[in-house]
């Protein structure tokens, strides 16, 4: 799982006006579609909030949750193996614990799992603009 920063405006003027993702970037190499039962089903979950898609039969291509701000991709690599990429747009980070946890599960028609990953992420702020501009950029590692 990889974490990516992001940017909160404050109002202050003469800062650099920079879009940053702030999020979550979990990617899954997912086995050959050709191995599995068709359809697969994706649950992407932030805590306790999940949403669900379905992958498409192509090999490649893009994932639409219901929950806006949960965007995917899917494209084949080596051997056809198909690399799964979810981006969860994080904007909402609590300063009091600023951890989150994601969890990803992709099963098949037939009930067997065919890719999984959890963790753990904490949240670091900073000021890629200098102190007191107004823009705060946040990341994350891996727990």
């Known amino acids: 799982m990889a974490l990516l920063a ?9 800062c650099n ?3 940053y993702f ?8 997912l086995p050959p579609a050709s191995d ?29 949750f219901s929950i806006p701000g949960v965007h995917a991709s899917i494209t084949l690599d080596a051997g ?28 098949d028609a037939d009930g067997n799992a065919t890719g999984a990953l959890s963790g753990t992420v904490t949240y670091a702020g900073s000021m890629p603009n200098g102190p007191g501009c107004g823009l705060t950029l946040y990341g994350a590692l891996s727990d």
């Open 17 to 19: 006006a920079a879009y």
């Open 80 to 107: 056809n193996v198909r690399v799964l990429r979810i981006e969860w747009t994080v904007t909402d980070i609590p300063a009091t614990s600023p951890t989150d946890a994601f969890d990803v599960t992709v099963m």
């Open 6 to 14: 992001g940017a909160l405006w404050s109002g202050c003027t003469g």
């Open 22 to 29: 702030s999020g979550a970037v979990l990617t899954l190499h």
């Open 36 to 64: 599995v039962a068709s359809p697969e089903t994706v649950v992407a979950c932030r805590s306790s909030t999940c949403t669900t898609a379905t992958l498409p039969a192509a090999p490649s291509g893009q994932i639409e």
